[in-house]
């Protein structure tokens, strides 16, 4: 039962341009979503978040868009620079900001070009 | 300030063996949860515990896993008789209170069954 789906494995983006991870979810539980950053034998690092009540919020380079009705997830990262090169992970709970159970995607890898 | 120490960082156990996994969460946070990532997958949860607490452990096998956090100490997370599927990175994150936005991941331990 995958109620989360980052449907691209991987994205490939030139420095200084737009990067679009994307999220589809299906449990209309969840009502707070956000964005982890992963380098290869770190922990993830917490990047965004956004509550369902919001469908943008904006953190320097870093944009998270919520669309509700279609339970859709987005980041955007403006400019993309080689350090953001990671792996992506959207993650979801149905407690608000509380509880601890965070239900992740699949993960995304992003490599940035120089 | 530290950040939240995991340990051992690799972990080899043989089939049948235990294992011990430990988790020191940063100064003053009282609050541990548990997370696996299986190879080409996204972080799974596993378990919640505060101080001396079990607060939810839904996400735990029914048997050969168990997860503490005493009143001092670190917390650990033991998964006995272990088998070839159990190979995995483990992850645990703390936070001060029941917050996902204050929580902070540790390293992980990749624990690999031969």
């Known amino acids: 039962d995958q109620q989360v789906k980052q449907n691209s494995p991987s994205l490939s983006v030139q420095e200084g341009r737009i990067s679009i991870l994307n999220c589809d979810y299906t449990?209309?539980?969840?009502?707070?979503f956000l964005w982890y950053k992963k380098y290869p034998a770190e922990g993830p690092t917490f990047l965004i978040s956004i509550s369902s009540i919001k469908d943008k919020n904006e953190d320097g380079r870093f944009t998270v868009f919520l669309n509700k009705s279609a339970k859709h997830l987005s980041l955007h990262i403006v400019p993309s620079q080689p350090g953001d090169s990671a792996v992506y992970f959207c993650?979801?709970?149905?407690?608000?900001?509380?509880?601890?159970?965070?239900?992740f995607g699949q993960g995304t890898i992003l490599t940035v070009h120089p | 300030n530290a950040g939240v120490m995991q340990n051992p960082r690799h972990l080899v156990r043989r089939r049948g063996q235990e294992a011990r996994l430990r988790c020191s969460p940063m100064k003053g946070h009282s609050h541990v949860y548990w997370y696996r990532q299986l190879p080409e997958e996204g972080l799974k949860f596993m378990v919640y515990?505060?101080?001396?607490?079990?607060?939810?452990e839904s996400g735990m096998p029914k048997e050969r896993f168990s997860a503490e956090f005493p009143k001092e100490g670190p917390s650990i997370l033991r998964i006995q008789q272990v088998v070839r599927g159990d190979s995995a990175a483990y992850f645990c994150?703390?936070?001060?209170?029941?917050?996902?936005?204050?929580?902070?991941f540790g390293q992980g331990t990749r624990l690999t069954v031969v």
């Open positions: 994150a703390s936070s001060p209170y029941d917050s996902w936005t204050e929580a902070f």
């Open positions: 449990n209309s539980m969840f009502d707070y």
């Open positions: 515990l505060q101080k001396e607490n079990i607060i939810d």
């Open positions: 993650a979801f709970n149905a407690g608000g900001t509380s509880y601890g159970k965070l239900t």
